[in-house]
């Protein structure tokens, strides 16, 4: 799907006015080789242990986008160039990360959508701990599962439905 968010917030402005498509809060770096992505939203709630994020990239993910609420921590990663390979070999769209991410070069010629706050060297703890398909908030927006979210260039949109 081909989209520019200001013509879907534009085309759907009555929608925006009462909170059922809201803008999330500019934060977020570029790090993927696909410049705009959208999808069905899937959410993890973790901080600094990435067990759970490997456990949602290994299912198939045919119009789906990751969102994952890191808590914001800027101390370790919790996505790299391999949990990236394995988004786009089981078909995600994209992954929003509220944390880091590392390996971004090699990242950046992957043909996968990914925002995230910053780079991050070091690799996160493994301990199986978090959250899955809970509403998580962050942006000053709230994403649930089963909602859209689109983002491009200009920022990151989240939709009660899918937007045309």
Known sequence: ???????????????????RVRVVTPM????????????????????EDNSLVREALAEDGQGKVLVIDGGGSLRCALVGDQLAILAQKNGWEGIVV????????DISHIDLGLRALNTHPLKSIK?????????VSFGGVTFRP???????????????????
């Open 98 to 105: 509220y944390g880091c991410i590392r390996d971004s070069e």
């Open 146 to 164: 089963g909602e859209w979210i689109y983002v491009d260039g200009d920022g990151v949109i989240v939709s009660d439905q899918a937007l045309s």
């Open 28 to 47: 977020f770096q570029r790090y993927g080789g696909r410049p705009s992505f959208s999808g069905q939203i899937v959410t993890l709630k973790v901080f």
């Open 1 to 19: 799907m081909n989209f520019k968010t200001p013509d879907l917030l534009d085309n759907n402005e009555a929608r925006t006015q009462d909170g």
């Open 127 to 135: 301990r199986g701990i978090g959250d899955r398909n809970l509403a």
